[in-house]
Every structure is written in C-alpha cells, then in structure tokens.
C-alpha cells in the first residue's frame, strides 16, 4: 500500500543508508559503545525515548536501537534540499515545534501500526548539558494511544560532537545506555501522562549520569 513505512523500497532505503554510511562512522569515528541492546524487543510496536543534545542524536539513536525508527524533525529542516532527503530516507517526518502538532503525532502512530519503532526525544528540544529537565508528554500519549512499551534511552557524549566556534564534527567517543521498556499509561488522563513522563525521564538521566 502506498505510503506504509514498511514498503521495500522505504526499507531498502534505510538500511542502506544505515549500514554504508551511519554505522560505519559511529563504530570508526565515534568509537561508540552502546549497553542494554538486549533489552531492545525485537519484534511489536515501541516507542524510543531519550535525551536530546545534538543534531546527530537521530541517526545515533536510530542505529543503536537495532530496528528501522522513524523520528520526529523540526519541519525547518524539510526546507533544506539535500538534507531533506537524507533524513526522509531515515525515517523522519516533520513536525512544528511551535505548537501541539497532531499530525506528528498522528504520523509517528502511522509508524508504530508500519512496524517502525517511533522515536521521540523527551524533551523536544536539545539541551546543552543533555539532560531531561521539562519532558513534555507527547511520547506518552502515543504510548496510551497505541499500547505500546516505552524504550528508555541515553545519549551521553553527543553535545560535544559540535564545539564551539567549529561546524565539523569531533571525534568524541560516544555511549548509548538503554534500559528495561516501561508500559504505556493506562490511558491519556494528564496524571497517568505525567507519571509515565516523569519515569522516563528520571530513568534516562539516570542512565545518562553513569557517563562514559
């Protein structure tokens, strides 16, 4: 059917772009360690969740959690020729950062139903030290909408890809932590929202604090 995420040629797409590109850099460049790729379930719908420090952490989170992702990209970025490309290729769909955007909400649904892992960044927004400190609740309300488990991820070493005064990317060694999935809230209700928000992030922090 056109459209659904799990069409031959969208998959093609991503997994070449994945393995002759993204991986190799992250394991030669970056010299990446990722823990907890076990706890990854292969199979059924999930929603990836993590910290959000730099524009690289799409494609690092998309190839550390071992399963094709569709992420969510400021729309600014679809205006941009080439990158545009790059990123539909990965997964990404666009989505206004300026105000609640259903229709990416709708769209990382879409994902979930394609058999693609749905990639949210808790906190929308990159923070310089990496930390989640206001997650906002969308990443929740698909988890009730769908029914399906949260993945808990940190990104740790990724706001020094970029430093300052200098566009090209550094050598900076990186680690990825996942943790154990979290059940969807039992339903959109703004507490049980929250309190599976809240869990998220304080586990993902907490994961972020072990460092490299």
Same mark, same amino acid.
């Not at 930390?131 to 969308?138: D, E, H, M, N, R």
């Given at each position: 059917?056109?459209?659904?995420?799990?069409?031959?040629?969208?998959?093609?797409?991503?997994?070449?772009?994945?393995?002759?590109?993204?991986?190799?850099?992250?394991?030669?460049?970056?010299?990446?360690?990722?823990?907890?790729?076990?706890?990854?379930?292969?199979?059924?719908?999930?929603?990836?969740?993590?910290?959000?420090?730099? *524009?690289?952490?799409?494609?690092?989170?998309?190839?550390?959690?071992? !399963?094709? @992702?569709?992420?969510?990209?400021?729309?600014?970025?679809?205006?941009?020729? @080439?990158?545009?490309?790059?990123?539909? #290729?990965?997964?990404? *769909?666009?989505?206004?950062?300026?105000?609640?955007?259903?229709?990416?909400?709708?769209?990382?649904?879409?994902?979930?139903?394609?058999?693609?892992?749905?990639? @949210?960044?808790?906190?929308?927004?990159?923070?310089?030290?990496?930390?989640?400190?206001?997650?906002?609740?969308?990443?929740?309300?698909?988890?009730?909408?769908?029914?399906?488990?949260?993945?808990? @991820?940190? =990104?740790?070493?990724?706001?020094?890809?970029?430093?300052?005064?200098?566009?090209?990317?550094?050598?900076?060694?990186?680690?990825? !932590?996942?943790?154990?999935?979290?059940?969807?809230?039992?339903?959109?209700?703004?507490? $049980?929202?929250?309190?599976?928000? $809240?869990?998220?992030?304080?586990?993902?922090?907490? #994961?972020?604090? =072990?460092?490299?």
């Amino acid at each position: 059917m056109e459209g659904k995420r799990e069409s031959f040629a969208g998959w093609a797409s991503y997994h070449l772009l994945k393995w002759s590109v993204v991986s190799p850099a992250l394991h030669t460049y970056f010299r990446i360690k990722i823990q907890g790729a076990e706890k990854v379930p292969q199979s059924g719908g999930l929603i990836a969740v993590s910290n959000h420090a730099s *524009y690289f952490d799409p494609p690092i989170l998309s190839n550390c959690v071992g !399963r094709p @992702v569709a992420f969510m990209a400021k729309e600014e970025l679809f205006k941009i020729p @080439v990158l545009k490309q790059g990123i539909k #290729l990965y997964g990404a *769909y666009p989505v206004k950062r300026s105000t609640g955007d259903r229709a990416a909400l709708r769209a990382a649904i879409a994902a979930i139903e394609s058999g693609w892992v749905a990639a @949210v960044f808790l906190q929308g927004t990159r923070s310089a030290d990496a930390q989640i400190t206001a997650p906002k609740l969308g990443a929740a309300w698909i988890a009730a909408k769908t029914q399906v488990p949260l993945l808990p @991820v940190s =990104l740790w070493g990724t706001e020094k890809i970029i430093s300052q005064g200098s566009s090209f990317p550094q050598p900076v060694a990186l680690t990825v !932590r996942i943790g154990d999935v979290i059940a969807p809230p039992p339903s959109t209700k703004k507490e $049980d929202l929250q309190a599976v928000t $809240d869990q998220c992030a304080s586990v993902i922090n907490s #994961l972020h604090a =072990l460092g490299r």
